[in-house]
Nanobody
Framework: QVQVVESGGGLVQPGGSLRLSCAASGSISSILSMGWYRQAPGQERELVAAITSGGTTNFADSVKGRFTISRDNAKNTVYLQMNSLKPEDTAVYYC???????????????WGQGTQVTVSS
């Protein structure tokens, strides 16, 4: 079983910054990709940013140039640095982990519980 724990959400003014963290633990053989999704009220969940084990990144067009994603492979942790935040960035942010199980050696996908990010003056 894999546990995914997020932290770092909160309330910030437009133009401000926040840093989200997500740590994965449990029966993990390897992590293939780590990413962040978000879901605003009444909208579908969308990809914000993702990073593979090799360091390849992918960003939603709406956050390019403002958000960065990084990971610490030794700690199975991924970070999302969000700068120049806008009110439209307000959403619940979910961490997504795709990897291979330690004992099953099968692919798994796990989600965090979500952390609220609110951008408002």
């Amino acid at each position: 079983q894999v546990q995914v724990v997020e932290s770092g959400g909160g309330l910030v003014q437009p133009g401000g910054s926040l840093r989200l963290s997500c740590a994965a633990s449990g029966s993990i053989s390897s992590i293939l990709s780590m990413g962040w999704y978000r879901q605003a009220p009444g909208q579908e969940r969308e990809l914000v940013a993702a990073i593979t084990s090799g360091g390849t990144t992918n960003f939603a067009d709406s956050v390019k140039g403002r958000f960065t994603i990084s990971r610490d492979n030794a700690k199975n942790t991924v970070y999302l640095q969000m700068n120049s935040l806008k009110p439209e960035d307000t959403a619940v942010y979910y961490c997504n982990i795709v990897g291979v199980g330690r004992f099953s050696f099968t692919r798994f996908e796990s989600w965090g519980q979500g952390t609220q990010v609110t951008v408002s003056s």
